[in-house]
């Protein structure tokens, strides 16, 4: 399995990035998927999800109204649009899947960080 995710860089406040994220290895529809972000020294921070049950979607309320989570499960790719970004957004940010055994108990893969610099 493996999970390779990109589209990262250096923006200005208030510009756009777009991250993706390319699954091998798993049947990429049966999982809910999501973006998580993280900065040194601090906690991973569950950011938007996609749930697979239902299509469902979440959003930490800090990038409601300018981030978009989407998926492709014809290319097993997963999409990140980040608008409006703010230098508190600056963080590396990783992909997630996350799958259900057959006793429901979840279990996770994660793609390697791709890092986004927001300067003002």
């Known amino acids: 399995v493996q999970l390779q995710a990109s589209g990262g860089g250096s923006v200005q406040s208030g510009g756009s990035l777009r991250l993706s994220c390319v699954a091998s290895?798993?049947?990429?529809?049966?999982?809910?998927i999501g973006w998580f972000r993280q900065v040194p020294g601090k906690e991973r921070e569950g950011v938007a999800c996609i749930r697979r049950s239902d299509g469902d979607t979440y959003y930490v309320d800090s990038v409601k109204g300018r981030f978009t989570i989407s998926r492709d499960d014809d290319k097993k790719m997963m999409y990140l649009q980040a608008n409006n970004l703010k230098s508190e957004d600056t963080a590396a940010y990783y992909c997630?899947?996350?799958?259900?055994?057959?006793?429901?108990?979840?279990?996770?893969?994660w793609g390697q960080g791709t890092l986004v610099t927001v300067s003002s």
């Open positions: 997630n899947v996350r799958g259900r055994d057959r006793w429901r108990r979840p279990y996770d893969y």
């Open positions: 290895g798993i049947t990429f529809h049966d999982y809910s």
